[in-house]
Structures are given as C-alpha cells and as structure tokens.
C-alpha cells in the first residue's frame, strides 16, 4: 500500500523489495530467486528453483571423488 502512495505521489520510478505490487518495478536478489539462500525466507522472497539443495550435493560428490582419487582422471587432464 505504502509503495503504491508513494509511486504515484513521486515522478520518478519507485522500485520495491518487498513494498508490494503498487511500486514501478521490483527487485528480488538472484540467490533468493534460485533458492541458494537458507530458511526462513522474507515473505517478499519467492524461489524459482531449489539450486541450493543441487549444488550442495555437486560439491559433496566433488569433494568426495577428489579426496577419493578419482577425480581429476586422465580424461579431464591435458597430457
């Protein structure tokens, strides 16, 4: 509501985070979008993907397959 009364009382663009759909424009932070951020989320905050789940699992399997001599192998190395 606030959002909405000031982008009509104003002449320039008034963008929001979290202000509500009355503002000009919105902004969302990237990591917030993609689900990298933790819980509890502001309720401004909507996730678009869950990549923080994704790459969570990625470095495990990483992590474990360099300390476990299998990664890098011949494939992924220039002789």
Same mark, same amino acid.
């Given at each position: 509501?606030?959002?909405?009364? !000031?982008?009509? +009382? /104003?002449? !320039?663009?008034?963008?929001?985070?979290? +202000?509500? +759909?009355?503002?000009?424009? &919105? !902004?969302?932070?990237?990591?917030?979008?993609?689900?990298?951020?933790?819980? =509890?989320? =502001?309720?401004?905050?909507? *996730?678009?993907?869950?990549?923080?789940? +994704?790459?969570?699992?990625? /470095?495990?399997?990483? #992590?474990?397959?360099?300390?476990?001599? &299998?990664? =890098?192998?011949? #494939? *992924? #190395?220039? #002789?």
């Amino acid at each position: 509501m606030l959002g909405r009364y !000031i982008s009509r +009382a /104003v002449k !320039i663009p008034v963008i929001g985070i979290g +202000a509500g +759909a009355g503002c000009d424009g &919105q !902004i969302l932070v990237v990591d917030d979008l993609l689900g990298m951020t933790g819980s =509890p989320s =502001p309720r401004f905050v909507k *996730h678009y993907a869950d990549l923080r789940s +994704a790459v969570k699992r990625a /470095v495990r399997e990483y #992590s474990k397959e360099v300390r476990g001599g &299998q990664f =890098p192998d011949e #494939s *992924h #190395s220039y #002789s």
